[in-house]
């Protein structure tokens, strides 16, 4: 669980991870995570939200802004806690709705914005991002909602860059110690 992380760090750029549900027209769902990214050219917090874009082939050509949910906090209670119940999904600070801004199948990339963000319980962090490639053997931290569950901590290293997979182009490769990836 994402409450076993001990690095104050760590747990202030935890508060920037979302659970993202999209809809389709016909009800059909999809749960992925996604982060709240800051924008280094304003001194504004916008509402930027960078996700997968795999999450969203099986809505082709609509990204459904107003059935697109983020929840917030979605995490056990404490390291050893419990996965919380379906009740208290309704009571977390979330986000509705998008627009749209870019998206990239080759590097598996799409970024939205956000109408509004909650600020929440522990606060919200706007994470920063760089665009330089990972190198082999470089420590890897990955907080995210695995098959849409509580928030969860995987911890590994980068083992290659540049590998192409059937979620795009210039995929890096990890190897996870602790955890996985869904």
């Excluded at 509402?47 to 979605?74: K, M, R």
């Excluded at 379906?86 to 199948?105: D, E, H, K, Y």
């Excluded at 760089?130 to 928030?151: F, I, N, Q, Y």
Aim: aromatic share 6%.
């Amino acid at each position: 669980p994402a409450d076993c992380i001990t690095d104050p760090s760590l747990q202030e750029i935890s508060t920037g991870i979302g659970r993202l549900s999209v809809t389709d027209a016909q009800g059909n769902s999809a749960l992925c995570s996604g982060a709240l990214v800051n924008n280094a050219t304003t001194e504004s917090l916008e509402a930027y939200f960078l996700t997968a874009d795999h999450c969203f082939q099986n809505f082709p050509g609509t990204i459904f802004a107003s059935a697109l949910e983020v929840i917030w906090d979605f995490r056990a209670s404490g390291c050893d806690g419990a996965e919380p119940s379906t009740a208290t999904l309704s009571v977390l600070p979330r986000s509705t709705g998008s627009a749209f801004l870019g998206n990239s199948a080759t590097i598996d990339g799409m970024l939205l914005q956000l109408v509004a963000v909650p600020v929440g319980t522990r606060g919200r962090a706007y994470i920063g991002w760089d665009t330089r490639t990972p190198t082999a053997g470089e420590s890897v931290v990955c907080l995210h909602h695995p098959g849409g569950d509580a928030m969860k901590e995987s911890i590994g290293t980068v083992s290659r860059t540049g590998v192409d997979s059937s979620f795009g182009q210039n995929q890096t490769t990890l190897s996870w110690t602790e955890g996985i990836t869904e």
